[in-house]
T-cell receptor
Framework: AQKVTQAQTEISVVEKEDVTLDCVYE???????LFWYKQPPSGELVFLIR??????QNEISGRYSWNFQKSTSSFNFTITASQVVDSAVYFC?????????FGAGTTVTVRA | EAGVAQSPRYKIIEKRQSVAFWCNPI?????LYWYQQILGQGPKLLIQ????????DSQLPKDRFSAERLKGVDSTLKIQPAKLEDSAVYLC?????????????FGPGTRLTVL
């Protein structure tokens, strides 16, 4: 069975601080995909980033970066120089062939 | 390109009543999902369609929930009769293909309150 754990329930930062969101996953599959989604107050989930299980290269995309480590089953996500518009609930998710399993989410509040 | 459409956005009903939600996925997207998101939790998959066939409905409470996608385009999710614990946001999502690597596109959701 797949399981995604986001240990942080809420994070509050002041604008321009960096925010790192932790995600730990469990799966028996050798091929899987990891995602981060953002859910702003409007409610619509928005895709942010994706990683497949064979690519552990960490990347930076604008103010977003991620750290994927298979050895520790972790897929952490960082927002650099946070802005008020980054305030939202962030979900880590794990997919096998077709089914997406979400963590419980981390609420990020960025204060001006 | 239009996104995933859902209606209604909000619904308030009494327990034991019935309710239906509608979803129109992005044009050309073969796979459609319905999720239930209870306050403070991540979305939980209820049912997945590929075209008009059901791929996975293992977590759908079939004694009260039903869903259909008759023409392989839009879909309806129904609850009959509703219980208090059905209060949640019901999200619809779609993808172009069928693989787990595809990003899912989500609609705005329908917030259901059961009194």
């Amino acid at each position: 069975a797949q399981k995604v754990t986001q240990a942080q329930t809420e994070i509050s930062v002041v604008e321009k601080e960096d925010v790192t969101l932790d995600c730990v996953y469990e799966t028996r599959d050798t091929t899987y995909y990891l995602f981060w989604y953002k859910q702003p107050p409007s409610g619509e989930l928005v895709f942010l980033i994706r990683r497949n299980s064979f690519d552990e290269q960490n990347e930076i995309s604008g103010r977003y970066s991620w750290n994927f480590q298979k050895s520790t089953s972790s897929f952490n996500f960082t927002i650099t120089a946070s802005q008020v518009v980054d305030s939202a609930v962030y979900f880590c998710a794990l997919s096998d062939d077709y089914k997406l399993s979400f963590g419980a989410g981390t609420t990020v509040t960025v204060r001006a | 390109e239009a996104g995933v459409a859902q209606s209604p956005r909000y619904k308030i009903i009494e327990k034991r009543q019935s309710v239906a939600f509608w979803c129109n996925p992005i044009s050309g997207h073969a796979t459609l999902y319905w999720y239930q998101q209870i306050l403070g939790q991540g979305p939980k998959l209820l049912i997945q369609f590929q075209n008009n066939g059901v791929v996975d409905d293992s977590q759908l409470p079939k004694d009260r929930f039903s869903a259909e996608r008759l023409k392989g385009v839009d879909s309806t999710l129904k609850i009959q009769p509703a219980k208090l614990e059905d209060s949640a946001v019901y999200l619809c999502a779609s993808i172009q293909g069928a693989g787990g690597y595809n990003e899912q596109f989500f609609g705005p959701g329908t917030r259901l309150t059961v009194l």
